[in-house]
């Protein structure tokens, strides 16, 4: 089973970017899709984007769409999630998720989590 460790949250201002990586350890990364998801305060657990194998299919929630760019780089075993554009709404734990099988939007379909990385958007 893969390991995933996520990092670059932070505190940013509105309008602002960070750029958050998944680094996998245990397993070649290339062997799965990697998803991101994010919990809101008080919220469910929702999918922000998923990117495939090879990294040539990707998908995203509406409410990221033309913000937030899903990437990866094989060799590194890493894949990014780079968010412009932030809005306090967008504030929320992050976690990215390793699944085998297909590009999933439901948390359930994925078995390998990171810890998750706190982003903090202020307004």
């Known amino acids: 089973q893969v390991q995933l460790v996520e990092s670059g949250g932070g505190l940013v201002q509105a309008g602002g970017s960070l750029r958050l990586s998944c680094t996998a350890s245990?397993?070649?990364?290339?062997?799965?899709?990697v998803g991101w998801f994010r919990r809101a305060p008080e919220k469910e657990r929702e999918f922000v984007a998923v990117?495939?194998?090879?990294?040539?299919?990707?998908l995203y929630t509406d409410s990221v769409k033309g913000r937030f760019t899903i990437s990866r780089d094989n060799t590194k075993n890493t894949v990014y999630l780079q968010m412009n554009s932030l809005k306090p709404e967008d504030t929320a734990v992050y976690y990215c998720?390793?699944?085998?099988?297909?590009?999933?939007?439901?948390?359930?379909?994925?078995?390998?989590w990171g810890q998750g990385t706190q982003v903090t958007v202020s307004s």
């Open positions: 998720a390793a699944n085998s099988a297909a590009m999933a939007v439901r948390s359930v379909d994925y078995n390998s």
């Open positions: 990117i495939s194998r090879s990294g040539s299919s990707t």
């Open positions: 245990g397993r070649t990364l290339n062997l799965y899709n």
